[in-house]
């Protein structure tokens, strides 16, 4: 059965840092193109980084460029974002999720990534 599961999540003091994992199950993640989402309460859900394994390299949104890293595992078959400085306005769910490989990854359409995790909180409070 095909699943992506997150985990990581969290309560975090402004600053403060977390790591999220995005773990595959029935297919191969560095197949893949592989998207970070977040959303926030009452805001629609963005994109905030990406792998593209066609290129062999990350994308990330402008908001949390130089603070988060996304990596990949292949062994263990697990996606990571790493989250460094973190703001109160980092404050969301994330998904993690696989493209269609229709579009770039860094295009970071909803619609366009056709399985998604259950999602994993982050808060940034202090």
């Known amino acids: 059965q095909l699943q992506l599961v997150e985990s990581g999540g969290g309560l975090v003091q402004p600053g403060g840092s977390l790591r999220l994992s995005c773990a595959a199950s029935?297919?191969?993640?560095?197949?893949?193109?592989i998207g970070w989402f977040r959303q926030a309460p009452g805001k629609e859900r963005e994109g905030v980084s990406c792998?593209?394994?066609?290129?062999?390299?990350?994308y990330y949104a402008d908001s949390v460029k130089g603070r988060f890293t996304i990596s990949r595992d292949s062994v263990k078959n697990v996606v990571y974002l790493q989250m460094n400085s973190l703001k109160p306005e980092d404050t969301a769910v994330y998904y993690c999720?696989?493209?269609?490989?229709?579009?770039?990854?860094?295009?970071?359409?909803?619609?366009?990534?056709?399985?998604w995790g259950q999602g994993t909180q982050v808060t940034v409070s202090s």
């Open positions: 029935g297919f191969i993640l560095g197949s893949y193109d």
């Open positions: 999720a696989r493209t269609r490989g229709y579009r770039h990854c860094s295009d970071y359409v909803p619609n366009e990534y056709d399985h």
């Open positions: 792998f593209s394994n066609r290129e062999d390299r990350s």
